[in-house]
């Protein structure tokens, strides 16, 4: 694997994904939101509220807290390299869209990142709700085609020197990408760790916060 060649899956290993057709889901669950609201049954107010403290607090929470983890402990952190599924699941985070994962580990000579090329895959339990940006027909072709160009756009300019290396989740494996740790960070908890790992840093679109900066915003 050469730099910036991306890591795809075959076609056919989307076949049976429960979200390939993603638009119409989401035209169907708003319609039946709308009735819903309509009919008193809920309140749009409390569905924002879940689908935020999903996709923004709940889920990239579980995956800091892996994360750190790894930084602090040399066993897991070998464990998760060798069986990320098994590893995730001894701290708890288990479920839908995390029975296959797989941890790549952000290096000096190698930074990686996460695509789904054809729907949405994404690990529910450390991450939560996928992104929209994720799901976007522009994001799931450029990170494939132009991988530097996405992440500089993302803010995150690598030395050249530094190879890029594409995966792309399917119904079969999801990854989690485990980011440096930042300097500067000997003698925190794995608590106060967790507070620098972002929900992007785990995808590959962002780095680990350094420590001083946006206290207390673990993810975003």
Request: net charge negative; aromatic share 6%.
């Amino acid at each position: 694997m050469h730099q910036d060649e991306p890591e795809t899956a075959h076609a056919d290993e989307h076949d049976d994904h429960g979200h390939s057709h993603l638009e119409p889901i989401e035209a169907r669950v708003k319609a039946l939101e709308s009735i819903l609201v309509e009919k008193g049954y809920v309140e749009p107010a409390a569905i924002d509220a879940l689908i935020e403290t999903y996709e923004t607090r709940v889920g990239p929470r579980n995956g800091a807290r892996v994360v750190a983890r790894a930084w602090e402990d040399p066993e897991f952190r070998a464990a998760l390299a060798a069986d990320a599924t098994a590893a995730i699941a001894t701290m708890g985070f288990v479920g839908r869209q995390g029975e296959h994962m797989v941890a790549v580990f952000n290096t000096p000579e190698e930074h990686h990142l996460v695509v789904c090329t054809l729907c949405s895959c994404y690990p529910w339990p450390v991450l939560g709700l996928p992104p929209t940006w994720y799901k976007s027909a522009p994001y799931r072709s450029r990170a494939v085609m132009d991988p530097r160009g996405v992440l500089a756009e993302f803010g995150v300019v690598l030395p050249e020197t530094t190879a890029i290396r594409v995966w792309d989740s399917t119904a079969e494996v999801r990854y989690l990408v485990v980011p440096m740790r930042p300097e500067g960070t000997e003698g925190l908890d794995e608590e106060r760790l967790a507070d620098l790992v972002t929900r992007d840093s785990m995808i590959g679109t962002g780095l680990a916060r350094t420590p001083g900066t946006a206290a207390g915003e673990g993810t975003r």
